[in-house]
């Protein structure tokens, strides 16, 4: 699968079994994002949701950096840029500036990035998006929107608040310094370390595609509604979401792998259902 569009493509998206590879493909310019990857990442991740046999997402970068952020030249190049990204249609909940990152978390399955060379501003924003973070430990992290004169609006005020302290997300985001995958490890941001973080992120995503694709789909969808939320908030999703996986046919082919004899093969899961 690759994404379509009229120019070459920005992202390119590869399905191998049940993961899908996306990368971040404009590395002469560090993956700056430009209109164009804004386009393409976002029409990438809605190809993508509606694919019921995709189980797992690696959102990876091609060339030196995963992303350097906003390509202020081409914004330069193109005054309505801006605009374009900032104001939001009525009937959406996001513009396309939150979207770019966002869709990565309204996606039914869980998205592991991986991390190398520099992530600055809006890239940082795509990767707290994600589901887990993985990265070098030389990769270079930093929230550089302050350097504008800007503050995150990719919904970075979503995904800080629900990884790493006010203390830390504030003066991260005022200061604009950048801070090493280690030191982004210490603060949650960076779920894991790893010398070669794409071999981590596809052991992670095979076991992820072991499981039960609607439980799976279903934490993911119990954990964006619940998470912070208050007790009996939380009691009445948790009914609600295990109702809908109950007796199911991947809830029958689990209980049945889960009985099975030693030695017998499992049984595969079939394509999960809609669950959103």
């Known amino acids: 699968m690759t994404s379509a569009s009229a120019q070459p493509s920005r992202i390119e998206c590869e399905i191998r079994g049940h993961i899908a590879y996306v990368y971040l493909n404009r590395p002469d310019k560090l993956n700056g994002l430009d209109m164009a990857m804004f386009h393409d990442m976002v029409a990438t991740a809605k190809k993508l949701r509606k694919n019921r046999s995709v189980r797992a997402v690696i959102l990876a970068a091609r060339g030196e950096s995963f992303c350097a952020g906003l390509d202020f030249k081409s914004v330069s190049k193109n005054p309505s840029m801006l605009p374009k990204l900032f104001l939001r249609w009525p009937w959406r909940k996001q513009n396309l500036a939150q979207e770019i990152a966002h869709c990565w978390r309204d996606l039914p399955v869980p998205v592991i990035s991986v991390i190398h060379g520099n992530c600055f501003g809006g890239g940082m924003q795509i990767i707290l998006a994600t589901d887990y973070r993985i990265a070098r430990p030389d990769a270079n992290l930093c929230i550089m929107e302050m350097k504008w004169g800007l503050i995150p609006d990719m919904s970075g005020m979503v995904t800080l608040s629900r990884l790493t302290r006010v203390d830390i997300a504030q003066e991260l985001t005022m200061t604009g310094r950048q801070f090493s995958a280690v030191e982004g490890h210490e603060y949650g941001l960076i779920s894991k ?80 259902t809609s669950f959103k």
């Open 193 to 272: 370390l790893a010398d070669d973080p794409m071999a981590e992120a596809e052991a992670l995503a095979k076991i992820i595609c072991e499981k039960s694709p609607d439980a799976i789909a279903a934490t993911k969808y119990l954990f964006k509604k619940t998470w912070k939320a208050d007790t009996n908030k939380a009691l009445r999703w948790e009914r609600w979401v295990q109702g809908r996986l109950l007796m199911r046919k991947n809830n029958k082919i689990a209980i049945a792998n889960g009985l099975r004899a030693k030695g017998t093969e499992p049984k595969p899961f079939i394509d999960r």
